[in-house]
């Protein structure tokens, strides 16, 4: 059975940070593909940051330069630190794991993220 755990969210003041955590278990973690989505009150789910099994990143234009992924394959976990926080960043938070080839993609059941003063 696989299971994503998030931790780590919270209310955060404009200007603060945050780190995300996912736990994965029941996947050969080390081999896939790693990433956080985010959605908003009555906005589509945005892909945030990605990690491939290699360690490439990839970041959502608007959280460049402010938000950091990072991997841990001896504890089957990824990271997602968030600094500079602003209300824009407000959303819950998931965690996904793809396998390889992309032919199945689990998801974590969230965590909320509010940053506001």
């Known amino acids: 059975q696989v299971q994503l755990v998030e931790s780590g969210g919270g209310l955060v003041q404009p200007g603060g940070s945050l780190r995300l955590s996912c736990v994965a278990s029941g996947i050969r973690f080390n081999i896939y593909a790693m990433g956080w989505y985010r959605q908003a009150p009555g906005k589509q789910r945005e892909l945030v940051a990605a990690i491939t099994s290699g360690g490439i990143t990839n970041y959502e234009d608007s959280v460049k330069g402010r938000f950091i992924i990072s991997r841990d394959n001896a504890k089957n976990t990824v990271y997602l630190q968030m600094n500079s926080l602003k209300p824009e960043d407000t959303a819950v938070y998931y965690c996904?794991?793809?396998?390889?080839?992309?032919?199945?993609?689990?998801w974590g059941q969230g965590t909320q993220v509010t940053v506001s003063s």
């Open positions: 996904y794991a793809e396998s390889p080839l992309r032919s199945v993609k689990y």
